[in-house]
């Protein structure tokens, strides 16, 4: 098992890893949307709107898979959370954009709050 970690995403928040690489995949812990951190040591910001926390979850993602030596083409499961259904269609819009032609297996879980008052966290599974 070896830990995935980049400054290129949002740092871990918690007693947490961005990913793990085991048994030939990369399991990526949940994104939220936040902003680059505006420098070192400070907390990054949540983006402002669905779509825009959407697009920068899936950058976390991105750049967690390619550190891994993975890539969006490779993710085999994807989970989307959202605190309203009524966000849907525009993550989901930013969610296609985001993989194109590639289709992963893909579950939306509408929950309760999510933390820092997210709108939409994504975690992924992919091929190592």
Not at 6 to 21: K, L, M
Not at 89 to 99: I, K, L, Q, S
Not at 101 to 108: L, Q
Request: charged share 15%; aromatic share 8%; with cysteine.
């Amino acid at each position: 098992m070896e830990i995935i970690h980049t400054p290129e995403a949002t740092p871990p928040a918690g007693h947490y890893s961005q990913a793990v690489r085991a048994n030939g995949f990369v399991f990526v812990s949940g994104q939220l949307g936040f902003l680059p951190a505006a420098g070192p040591g400070l907390r990054p910001l949540l983006a402002s709107g669905a779509a825009a926390q959407t697009h920068e979850a899936m950058r976390s993602v991105k750049a967690i898979l390619e550190a891994a030596g993975s890539s969006l083409s490779a993710v085999v499961s994807a989970t989307v959370y959202i605190p309203d259904v009524s966000l849907w269609d525009e993550v989901n819009g930013v969610y296609e954009t985001c993989f194109g032609a590639h289709r992963p297996a893909r579950a939306i879980v509408p929950t309760r709050d999510l933390h820092f008052g997210a709108l939409v966290e994504i975690s992924v599974v992919a091929v190592a």
